[in-house]
């Protein structure tokens, strides 16, 4: 079973061969990739550029936040999702950095289907005990886990970017 304290720090040579192990995987040719922000953006850069793909647009999904026995429930509300135009009869990877609940992934890849296009799933990690979906698993991952994964590109406890904040002055 999950253990929620339980956390694995990957280095960025770990993360390019979890890469690789998913362009190994792949059963298709992928006509556009959908990256899912903001979690996807860097594994769907690293997985663009190694496959040569060249088509590539975001969606932005969120989850209103309500009281936790709600949360579940909530209708996802898209940000930013490519027109329908760019998806319909396309052969499109959907990428995200982790499989947790699945909702964000399996609510993209649900709009795509209705806009006509043809998505496979694709994440570095899955954590089958934390998924709202059964036995559904994505296309396509690199490792499963039961942990939660900290990548070589978020930043650290203590690391703080201020950019809104006025700067100090002495």
């Known amino acids: 079973m999950s ?3 339980r956390r694995e720090v990957l280095s960025w040579d770990q993360v390019d061969r979890l890469v690789q192990q998913i362009v190994h995987q792949l059963r298709r040719e992928v006509q556009l990739m959908v990256i899912v922000t903001r979690g996807g953006l860097v594994p769907g850069g690293m ?4 496959m040569g793909v060249k088509d590539i647009v975001t969606a932005a999904v969120q989850f209103p936040l309500m009281e936790p026995k709600q949360r579940l429930l909530a209708w996802p509300v898209f940000l930013q999702f490519p027109p329908d135009e760019l998806l319909v009869g396309r052969q499109i990877l959907v ?3 982790v499989w947790g609940s699945g909702r964000t992934i399996t609510a993209v890849r649900e709009r ?3 806009a006509g296009g043809d998505p496979e799933l694709c994440v570095l990690h899955f954590n ?3 998924t ?3 036995k559904a698993v994505p296309d396509y991952y690199g ?3 039961d942990a939660h994964v900290i990548y070589p590109w978020e930043p650290r406890p203590g690391l703080h970017f201020a950019l809104n904040e006025p700067e100090a002055t002495s």
Do not use: M
């Open 3 to 5: 253990d929620a304290s």
């Open 47 to 50: 997985l663009a550029e190694a």
């Open 95 to 97: 990428v995200d950095d």
């Open 112 to 114: 795509i289907i209705g």
């Open 128 to 130: 089958p005990y934390r």
């Open 132 to 134: 709202l979906f059964g």
């Open 143 to 145: 490792a499963r886990t």
